[in-house]
């Protein structure tokens, strides 16, 4: 069977290969079989194999800190992954999980050097799939990332907004006490006092009452609508204090989730050994 016929769709991984390179780097992978559900691998778990999907499909996904599931690609027929651990040498950075029955070739961090020196131009087609995923995981981070309350209010907020801010701002301030303080003075003394100026505004000072009156509705209707938008703020403030602590909850649980399992690992290599020293006694 020629690697085209066993890998149909991955000729564009590895199209600069001869055929006989190529049939020989399908030769030395190796090839398995998954079934519906099945997790290939986790995050976490060491990685030393790339994969390339013959048949069926593969997600890959990590879930952020509130548990939420993130898809970051669903490898098809031809597509392969596993690729940044096999590099770096480093754990897992995502689960892997058949969606269907597949099979993949699992290939070797040899298996790929070796292809490499043959033909050094090979490595070119797997860092432009790379830089694609490394987009698609941009994009990712740009929708999910936290954001900050306030910077999203500020970004929305309209330029009547912004002068309804600073009204309020300013009439709870010192400075705007000590002008009206001012102004009441100048104005009182102006319509009692003989300053050889015309007195348009006699005691009881009718004129300066409905202005002082208009000017306390307004000042309230913006205090009131400064108010609102602050609720608002407040509101999306402890949404995102809920989903901290729903995050910092589930993180806790991932935790108690990768303790089982190495307990589990742990107690599975215990057994082997001791059936190992059992069957030698």
């Avoid at 590099?87 to 029955?101: H, K, L, N």
């Avoid at 602050?230 to 995050?247: G, P, T």
Wanted: proline residues 3%; aromatic residues 8%; contains cysteine.
């Amino acid at each position: 069977m020629s690697f085209d016929d066993q890998m149909p769709n991955a000729v564009g991984l590895f199209e600069l290969l001869a055929e006989d390179e190529r049939r020989m780097l399908a030769e030395t992978g190796g090839t398995m079989n998954l079934k519906a559900n099945q997790c290939l691998f986790q995050i976490g778990e060491p990685g030393g194999t790339l994969y390339v999907v013959n048949s069926g499909a593969v997600e890959i996904y990590i879930k952020d800190n509130a548990g939420q599931k993130i898809l970051l690609k669903t490898a098809t027929g031809g597509d392969f992954f596993g690729e940044v651990s096999l590099f770096d040498g480093r754990p897992r950075t995502a689960t892997a999980v058949a969606v269907s029955d597949c099979e993949l070739l699992a290939l070797s961090r040899a298996n790929l050097l070796d292809a490499f020196r043959r033909n050094p131009e090979t490595a070119v087609g797997m860092l432009a799939a790379m830089g694609g995923m490394l987009r698609a995981s941009d994009k990712l981070l740009q929708t999910n990332v936290a954001r900050n309350v306030n910077d999203m209010m500020d970004n929305k907020m309209s330029a009547l907004e912004r002068a309804t801010d600073w009204v309020a701002w300013f009439s709870g301030s010192l400075l705007f006490v000590a002008l009206t303080a001012v102004w009441f003075a100048v104005w009182i003394m102006i319509n009692t006092l003989p300053l050889g100026i015309p007195v348009f505004d006699p005691f009881p000072f009718g004129l300066l009452t409905m202005i002082v009156s208009l000017e306390a509705i307004f000042l309230s209707c913006f205090v009131l609508i400064s108010q609102n938008r602050q609720a608002v703020k407040d509101h999306l403030r402890s949404d995102v204090e809920y989903n901290v602590n729903i995050k910092a909850e589930m993180e806790i649980a991932h935790l108690h989730e990768k303790t089982d399992r190495i307990n589990e690992q742990m107690l599975e290599k215990l057994a082997l050994v001791e059936r190992l020293l059992t069957e030698k006694i």
